[in-house]
């Protein structure tokens, strides 16, 4: 059983090219699948994969006090959704 989560946070990004930098490689370790947009006005993340690697990585975004707050909506499929990881910036 895989858990998809989606989960946005308005908060300024004063540089999302460094954030969404800083986002590929840990969502990639945890063996995670969707789409992340950043921007300066936040974030907005769809993603999939193993229940524990969803949650490590919500805590480590978490650990970012502008993302604290954070709160992710989950469901479960037998399947992962998403073909592959993007992660993208947005104006």
């Given at each position: 059983?895989y858990?998809?989560?989606a989960?946005?946070c308005?908060?300024?990004v004063?540089?999302p090219?460094?954030l969404?930098?800083?986002?590929?490689p840990?969502?990639?370790d945890h063996?995670?699948?969707g789409s992340v947009?950043v921007?300066?006005?936040g974030?907005?993340?769809f993603?999939?994969?193993e229940a524990t690697?969803?949650?490590?990585f919500?805590d480590?975004?978490?650990a970012?006090?502008?993302?604290?707050?954070?709160a992710?909506?989950?469901?479960?499929?037998a399947?992962?959704p998403?073909?592959r990881?993007?992660?993208?910036?947005?104006?």
């Amino acid at each position: 059983m895989y858990t998809s989560i989606a989960a946005y946070c308005f908060v300024h990004v004063d540089d999302p090219h460094a954030l969404a930098d800083a986002i590929e490689p840990i969502a990639r370790d945890h063996g995670l699948l969707g789409s992340v947009l950043v921007a300066e006005e936040g974030i907005n993340l769809f993603l999939a994969g193993e229940a524990t690697a969803v949650r490590g990585f919500l805590d480590w975004l978490r650990a970012d006090p502008r993302f604290a707050a954070i709160a992710a909506k989950e469901s479960w499929s037998a399947q992962v959704p998403f073909a592959r990881l993007k992660v993208k910036r947005k104006r």
